[in-house]
């Protein structure tokens, strides 16, 4: 039989009489031979087929030039392999039919020891990546000296063995049966060829070269299942406001619950994840999930549909028609919450019998003695093909029905066969079932004619990267619960939403690192979750009707977490999901169940939020660029941590965004050069290759709305910035052409005019700079104005300047050095220690200037709420990031401790209440954060005074700091000649030198 080939972008691929026998990479024409491309099938646990044994098979090929080869087997079995070239791989599919037995099959090797010779040599080495969540392996990449290969199918549950001489083994266990009629189709195995870049993935990632991690999150990304969105996913989470407290079968409920909807419409969030109670349709009573929640499934009609009361088609209760007819009104998408593993339709057919999809079993072995879980045996088995066709069947209509754009799943458990009444199927065969169901859900129109957003919680994070593309629109946004008592932060930080902001990177850093996801399923995860349980001022709460924990608990108590947005905190966290996770936006606790955050909330807020999601929709091209920064690693305490959204095409245009998680500045030292994907003009081109260096946003709320231009770079130069505590900064590159300018640029501050008369008069105005810091600034001229500068004006004075020559291509410019007027007190402003640390007592001097109290006071009346601050009142006092107009002091320790010592404190002799600070509501010892004091009235402006702590021998503070400022600007300036003039000047917040 003659060999083929098939030319593909990158590479070419020829194949012979049993299939795939050898790869081209076209950029250095180096062959990989594949010799002996075989399969193996075991059935039933005892049989095994091997290719290589079987006779020849015939060949056929489609349109396209693909091939497909079919093997006869022994007995009634048929294996049809088709092959599929695409720009960078080749894919490798079996599909096995039975014309007259029904067989289990046990085992599929897709790759039965096959040989990789590249240019006629083994590979140096191979290396296999695993799992982080447990499962088995990913893929397995053979090297050569300058040259990779990737193996890899999709699912995460392979067995990857490399073999002396260049052999390699790629299986898996499907356990799934083969009948007639009822064919069985393995999962799609992958080969390709890449060059190796020589750099390594930073630790804790393994050590990958970039190519071979570039090579699989490539294959991923072609196996996303859903059309490509033109716009980024922006959904609210509900039940991070906690609504299953809201009853919409009352008037008062379905009023709260449209203030949710009203503030999702204003801020451009397009879908709701909607799971209110409603008493009309459900009742906690009837549920049968362990979890209590079943009341809210469905849009509230989940129990009724599982036990066969309702079906997508019936009648709905006039107050659920009230509520989607709102969504409607409002343009927002209701989403449902879905548990697809309840017994659907038990006992509800003739004879009460239940349809084939119901088994009886439970999570695991324990659960049968102990009945942790679970409040009934019977459940729904996800690898039933009769629950593949009924579940997403029922899904759409639905859909159709209520006009719901998407679906929650939550309560998805796979569970290994074994005695004891669980069910038989492999975990592998509830997975791959699980992603049937899902990838019904991704066709254009399958969510009341739109595209549907799928998102997945429970476990999610741990079923890999082929189910988040072929099944989901997103991955689970914190791999666990996002109630803040179950995960750990690694930077303690009195504001919430930045500690889930840190989480959420950490997150996106795993999924994008460790499993290989690309950007369009990786979730950005902002603000928080509120606290549901209970809190010593709420202990004698009565508990609402829906409390699936009884009553008496407090936790569903209606009016409990009304009110809980972290107003100087929410900044961080959006920029941190735009820029980590800016394809699919996951928004949660809103201002707006409480009505008075939903009246007080700025405009200035409301117009931050839509700018940035607008953002990432203008910007699609970059999210899906997405990149750890080369100089960074997984977030971590006291690190910086960031991510590159750069073209592709080498200019080293896009964006960057950097984070600083700590209470102190953390630098920035970034190369743009190859390992960013910058690709420096030729010097023949004569193209400068310039690039803007553009501060586009901020979670400072100090900052200018509109950004401001830093510095002037070119591709090859190191980018060097310092980035404040506890801060997100959004930045942008984009290519400059000084023939071009008009006006004169400045760079350095944030600058609301220049201009440059014909007698060559400069004049700057409305330019701001932080108070008490070097002033650096650097004024790009227009090409086509006076010959030099004359005179400098900024903000109506009269400055001295130094006029720069043009070189390297920078247009000419004028320099002017000084210091913002008012003294330095940035954010988290330490208190220094003024002596040692004798037997517990720390103390130390500070001085507040009268801008900070201003500031304070200028928020309150931007922020018009009023906050219980009576401490043995309610929970609002207690926690530090409510009440954002008071003054705060925290002692931060490292390494992070639990809650159970106490701290006293005093400023001037005046005892302090010094509380404990969580990232719950209620207190955990396993969350605790620090010590705080609210020290607002006890602060004389301008005067030093003393703060005086007492902890325990031994607990020295990492830090004091303050909290609740943002920078302090000044539009003064004492400006001089050089900075030399001014010894006394610390290293001003992100100033460069700038030429």
């Not at 067995?159 to 049966?177: F, Q, W």
Request: proline share 7%.
């Amino acid at each position: 039989m003659a060999s083929s080939a098939i030319a593909g972008a990158l590479l070419n691929a020829t194949f012979d009489e049993r299939g795939l026998a050898s790869l081209v990479l076209l950029a250095t024409a180096s062959v990989l031979n594949v010799e002996g491309d075989a399969f193996a099938l075991s059935l039933n646990g005892t049989s095994t087929i091997l290719s290589s044994s079987l006779p020849v098979p015939t060949r056929t090929f489609d349109a396209h030039g693909q091939p497909t080869y079919r093997y006869s087997a022994a007995g009634d079995l048929t294996v049809h392999v088709a092959y599929s070239v695409t720009d960078a791989f080749v894919s490798k599919q079996l599909t096995v039919s039975s014309a007259r037995h029904a067989h289990n099959v046990t085992n599929v090797t897709l790759f039965a020891g096959a040989r990789l010779l590249l240019d006629g040599a083994a590979p140096a080495e191979s290396v296999v990546a695993r799992s982080p969540a447990g499962l088995r392996d990913f893929a397995l990449f053979a090297r050569w000296s300058t040259t990779g290969a990737l193996i890899t199918a999709r699912n995460p549950f392979l067995t990857a063995t490399p073999h002396g001489g260049g052999g390699v083994t790629l299986s898996y266990e499907p356990m799934m049966p083969v009948a007639p009629a009822a064919p069985f189709s393995a999962d799609r195995a992958h080969i390709g060829l890449h060059l190796l870049t020589q750099r390594k993935m930073a630790p804790p990632a393994q050590p990958l070269d970039e190519a071979e991690h570039a090579a699989m999150q490539r294959c991923v990304r072609a196996a996303i299942a859903a059309p490509q969105r033109a716009s980024s996913v922006k959904i609210n989470v509900g039940w991070c406001e906690n609504d299953f407290q809201i009853d919409i079968s009352t008037a008062a409920g379905r009023a709260e619950y449209k203030r949710i909807i009203d503030r999702a419409a204003s801020l451009g969030i397009e879908s709701i994840l909607f799971a209110p109670r409603n008493s009309d349709v459900s009742s906690i009573g009837n549920g049968t999930d362990a979890w209590g929640w079943e009341q809210v499934l469905w849009f509230g009609m989940g129990e009724r549909l599982r036990m066969g009361l309702w079906a997508p088609g019936d009648p709905l209760p006039a107050s659920l028609t009230e509520m989607l007819d709102y969504f409607r009104l409002r343009g927002v998408r209701p989403v449902a919450y879905v548990y697809p593993i309840l017994a659907f339709l038990a006992g509800t057919l003739p004879g009460g019998a239940s349809p084939p999809w119901v088994v009886h079993g439970t999570y695991s072995s324990s659960d049968l003695a102990t009945k942790r879980l679970g409040l009934g045996p019977m459940r729904s088995d996800l690898a039933s093909p009769a629950l593949q066709q009924w579940l997403p069947k029922t899904m759409r209509r639905f859909a159709d029905q209520t006009g719901a754009g998407g679906f929650s799943f939550d309560y998805t458990y796979f569970e290994q066969g074994s005695p004891g009444g669980r069910p038989w199927r492999s975990q592998y065969a509830q997975w791959s079932g699980w992603r049937a169901i899902l990838a019904a859900l991704q066709q254009p129109k399958a969510c009341a004619g739109r595209q549907c957003v799928v998102d997945n919680r429970q476990a999610n994070h741990a079923w890999g990267p082929w189910m988040w593309a072929e099944g989901g629109t997103y991955a689970e946004p914190l791999q666990s619960d996002e109630q803040p008592g179950s995960w750990m932060f690694y930077e303690a930080d009195l504001k919430t939403d930045r500690l889930s902001a840190n989480r959420q990177r950490e997150t996106a850093w795993s999924y994008r690192v460790q499993s290989f996801a690309p950007a369009e399923v990786v979730p950005g995860f902002a603000l928080h979750q509120t606290d549901r349980d209970v809190s010593p001022a709420q202990k004698n709460v009565t508990a609402g009707p829906g409390c699936p924990r009884g009553g008496g608990t407090g936790r569903c108590a209606e009016l409990s977490r009304r009110r809980d947005f972290d107003l100087l905190g929410y900044r961080y966290s959006l920029l941190s999901a735009v820029g980590t996770g800016g394809a699919n936006l996951v928004l949660n606790m809103l201002p707006a169940r409480d009505e008075g955050e939903f009246a007080a909330f700025p405009a200035e807020d409301v117009a931050f939020f839509r700018q940035w999601l607008e953002w990432a929709d203008r910007s699609r091209d970059l999210v899906a660029s997405t990149r750890v920064l080369p100089s960074t690693s997984r977030p971590a305490a006291g690190s910086l941590d960031g991510v590159s959204l750069l073209r592709q095409d080498g200019s080293c245009t896009g964006a960057i965004f950097a984070f600083s998680p700590t209470a102190t500045p953390l630098n920035l030292s970034l190369a743009l050069d190859a390992s960013l994907g910058c690709s420096p003009p030729h010097p023949s081109s004569g193209v400068p290759g310039l690039l803007l260096l553009r501060q586009i946003g901020s979670s400072d709320r100090s900052e200018p709305a509109g950004g401001w231009a830093r510095q002037l770079l070119r591709a090859g130069d190191a980018l060097a910035l310092t980035v404040p505590p506890t801060t997100a900064l959004a930045l942008e590159l984009e290519p400059f052409d000084g023939a071009s300018l008009v006006a004169p640029l400045v760079l350095g501050a944030a600058a609301g005019a220049a201009s440059l008369s014909a007698d060559g008069a400069l004049s700057l105005s409305r330019v701001v700079g932080e108070q008490g810091a070097a002033a650096e600034l650097t004024v790009l001229l227009p090409p086509h104005g006076p010959g030099a500068v004359s005179r400098a004006t900024l903000n109506g004075k009269v400055v001295r300047f130094d006029a720069l020559p043009p070189l390297d291509g920078r247009p000419p410019a004028v320099r002017i050095r000084g210091a913002w007027a008012g003294e330095r007190f940035g954010r988290a402003h330490e208190i220094v220690a003024a002596g040692g640390f004798s037997g517990g007592r720390w103390t130390g001097t500070f001085s507040v200037p009268a801008a900070v109290l201003e500031q304070l006071a200028a928020r309150n009346r931007s922020y018009d709420l009023s906050y219980d601050l009576d401490p043995n009142s309610n929970d609002e006092a207690n926690v530090p990031w409510l009440a954002p107009g008071r003054l705060l002091i925290w002692a931060k320790y490292k390494p992070l401790l639990n809650d159970s010592f106490n701290a006293a404190g005093s400023i001037d002799g005046t005892p302090l209440l010094m509380r404990k600070a969580y990232n719950t509501i209620a207190p955990s010892r396993a969350r605790f954060i620090g010590h705080w004091a609210d020290v607002t009235r006890l602060i004389k402006p301008g005067v030093q005074q003393t703060l005086a702590l007492q902890l325990p021998p031994g607990l020295k503070p990492q830090g004091v700091h303050f909290e609740n400022v943002e920078s302090l600007l000044s539009d003064e300036a004492a400006l001089l000649q050089g900075t030399e003039e001014l010894p006394h000047l610390r290293t001003p917040r992100g100033v460069e030198e700038a030429t």
